[in-house]
């Protein structure tokens, strides 16, 4: 069983967001793909596997944290389209089945690969009881961002606001099913980005997740509203750092970034 690490929304190695990838033959029990996400201990790993021509999938894909499973990912599904293309295992865009739908991932002539997610619905909510102080600033708004991704969108001051955060986890934990996007616009867009963001996931075993694709489809309706642009540049200001490209159409929302394989072995047990 081959098992790729693939750095996803960047360029470069050692930046971006980190996912394990294993192409299979077909899904094992739950338990042993929870395990092997578990050893591999980045925030995410996921699991494909070839479906029969001519259904409205080509590959069948999951998602694992080291603690659970989760219905949405982006920069795992990046990282597996772009082990997919590099690999010779599949040409040209590609469609996988995911418990969030049918999620399609298209690769460019420039060696970007875009990817095609339903845009997360947004509804303003009081900022709940104690979730200035979980997270060290003064929410500014905060939008309940639905289902699928089941976090806490919340704007604060400025960039540096943004960037100095130092969350208390355990406490945010109380406040969404998965965690907090903290968010504001960009200091200087002239530096190629519009707005930055850092997000917390406690409640499914990450404390910080470095790039986030799946929490950019709740950012780009956010600040393609707020600046009048369907097309903008967000900066996850992780400490590993990454940016998404994101095209707010509609119900859709287009995500676009590169991948770099950084390790490739054979998992033994």
């Known amino acids: 069983m081959r098992i790729r690490i693939v750095d996803a929304f960047t360029d470069r190695p050692f930046a971006g967001n980190p996912a394990g ?68 295992a599949h040409e040209g865009p590609v469609r996988f089945a ?21 845009t997360a619905p947004l509804t ?30 919340v704007e604060v001051a400025d960039e540096k606001t943004v960037r100095g955060l130092t969350p208390d986890h355990k406490a945010l934990a109380a406040h969404s099913e998965r965690g907090i996007i903290a968010t504001a616009r960009a ?27 799946s929490a950019h489809t709740a950012l780009a309706p956010y600040w393609s509203r707020r600046l009048g642009r369907p097309d903008l540049t967000g900066l996850q200001a992780s400490p590993r750092s990454g940016r998404v490209r994101t095209e707010l159409r509609g119900e859709r929302t287009l995500l676009g970034g590169r991948a770099v394989t950084v390790i490739e072995g054979e998992l033994l047990a």
């Open 21 to 88: 990838v294993l192409l299979l033959d077909a899904f094992p029990d739950d338990d042993r793909l929870q395990k092997v996400a578990l050893e591999v201990n980045h925030a995410e790993t996921a699991f494909a596997h070839r479906l029969p021509e001519g259904g409205e999938a080509d590959w069948a894909l999951r998602w694992f944290t080291p603690a659970t499973e989760v219905a949405m990912c982006g920069h795992a599904t990046l990282a597996t389209a772009h082990v997919l293309r590099t690999t010779g």
């Open 124 to 153: 303003p909510v009081d900022a709940p009881a104690g979730v200035a102080e979980a997270l060290g600033a003064e929410p500014r708004a905060v939008l309940d961002t639905g289902p699928n991704l089941g976090d806490l969108l």
């Open 98 to 118: 995911t418990l969030s739908g049918v999620l399609v991932a298209s690769p460019g002539e420039d060696g970007s690969i875009t990817l095609d997610f339903p």
């Open 187 to 213: 200091e200087a867009p002239s530096r190629g980005y519009d707005y930055v963001s850092r997000c917390f996931f406690p409640n499914v075993g990450i404390d910080e997740d470095p790039v986030t694709g």
